[in-house]
């Protein structure tokens, strides 16, 4: 497969459900249509809204500790936190704090940090983000 030119939605869902031919490209009305580059590895990446953002985070002894609630990326493009909140109710009252992303890990289809409870997570410093523009 080549690289395609539509926007990067219709990219993205084409190779994603399996189109191999035809142009998935639609057009709305009145808006211009903008042509986005996609090469068929960056369309076949990883979503991070649907395998990491909102997913549980848990401890080496299996208790749900808190949620991966955003990523930090630094200005090298790397991810260098990832935000996990503790506590709360449908994200009130949940307490946020920066995790360097090296501390979490992927086992068994799961994210662990190893050694952590819950009420470490909620003892940390609070993150706040920059609110420099």
Known sequence: MGIRTCTLAAAILTVGVGFAGGEACAQVAGAQTTGVTVERDVALGWSAKRQILGKPVFND???RIGVI???IVAPDT?????IVGAGGFVGLGRHDVAVPVEKLSSQ???FVLAGATRDQIKSMPEFEYNRQK
């Open 61 to 63: 002894q299996n208790q």
């Open 69 to 71: 609630s955003d990523l």
């Open 78 to 82: 790397s991810v260098s936190y990832v």
């Open 108 to 110: 068994d289809g799961k």
